[in-house]
């Protein structure tokens, strides 16, 4: 199959690498960087091994080909632009994997391509975009891939799915196929809200989070709220899985600055839409009151002075 990359950062740009890497068709969508990586290609420093790959390079959507699916990588504070490159990028009727943090941040490119198969991604990766093309690797790297579907419903392991998840296995890309997408995004939300929030609000890394008792305990408390209301909006996860978190964070990550906190510190907009307000709307529709959550966004809007994004 041919493949799009949109946003070639730290997730767009180490899977697409991989994939370009092992001869898969890639085309890859850049903005500032499209100059470099014309001349240059993608420099990947992993922990599984260093290197560059040429890639066939595009600043303009019109100039690329309509591929069979679509990567979508962009921060979700940039997904207004969708509706203009995803009809230029690929097929009507093909595959767009949307690997974004969030809940339903996959409802955008459904809309937009109602013929579409959409493919949500979560990606449990430490990777940064240290430079123009160049993309440090430096834990895990799995993703888990399901079909998304509206009403939340259990969608199964579809062919389209099965496609793209043969694909990226035969690249050497850690993959999981899953059947419940919407259960999946409410698990990786028990990590991401606490974690993403309060390394910009305590100004923090994971391990600094996680040495202070009351930090600590913070943290755990946030984590069982969304378990809480995950469980309202009838997804069942179990309180435990707060615990297993916050040790599998000590033990076997490496200390992480996440993602918000980043792009903080260089001042971008901060996803506190997809990640924090989209999951309080749908529990307050299951009637579930996130207050810890809440309070956490509101401090990021006030950190970022933001309004919402």
């Known amino acids: 199959m041919k493949y799009a990359v949109i946003g ?28 470099h990586v014309n001349e240059q290609g993608l420099r990947i420093d992993s922990i599984n091994g260093n290197f560059n790959v040429a ?8 100039d690329m080909p ?6 979508i990588a962009l921060k979700t504070t940039n997904n207004h632009v969708l509706e203009i490159l995803l009809p230029q990028v690929v097929k009507h009727n093909g595959i767009v994997v949307i690997m974004q943090n969030g809940l339903a941040v996959e409802q955008v490119a459904a809309d937009i391509l109602p013929q579409a198969s959409i493919i949500g991604g979560l990606c449990f990766i430490g990777s940064t975009k240290m430079g123009p093309g160049h993309i440090k690797h430096s834990d895990f790297g799995m993703v888990s891939l399901g079909h998304y579907m509206k009403d939340e419903s ?27 997408l919407c259960f999946l995004r409410w698990q990786k939300l028990v990590w991401n809200v606490p974690f993403n929030g309060l390394s910009v609000v305590l100004n923090s890394s994971t391990a600094e989070l996680l040495r202070q008792q009351g ?29 297993l978190m916050l040790v599998n964070t000590e033990t076997n990550m ?56």
Request: net charge negative; proline share 4%.
């Open 55 to 62: 890639v066939n390079a595009y600043a303009k959507p019109e």
């Open 66 to 71: 309509l591929c069979d699916v679509a990567i």
């Open 254 to 309: 490496q200390d992480y600055a996440p993602s918000m906190k980043v792009d903080y510190e260089h001042n971008r907009p901060l996803e506190i839409n997809a990640i924090y307000q989209s999951m309080i709307d749908r529990a307050a529709r299951s009637g579930v009151d996130m207050k810890l959550a809440r309070m956490l966004a509101q401090q990021l809007q006030f950190l970022s002075r933001d309004d919402g994004q």
């Open 8 to 35: 070639t950062g730290a997730i767009g740009g180490y899977y697409g690498a991989m994939l370009a890497r092992n001869e898969m068709d890639v085309h890859f969508l850049l903005h500032s960087d499209y100059q």
């Open 215 to 243: 930090s600590r305990e913070l943290i755990k408390s946030i984590m069982l709220e969304v378990i809480a209301a995950a469980n309202a909006c009838g997804q069942p996860l179990s309180a435990s899985v707060a615990e």
């Open 154 to 180: 259990v969608a199964g392991i579809t062919p389209e799915l099965g496609l793209v998840t043969e694909d990226f296995l035969a690249c050497g890309i850690d993959v999981k196929p899953v059947e419940n």
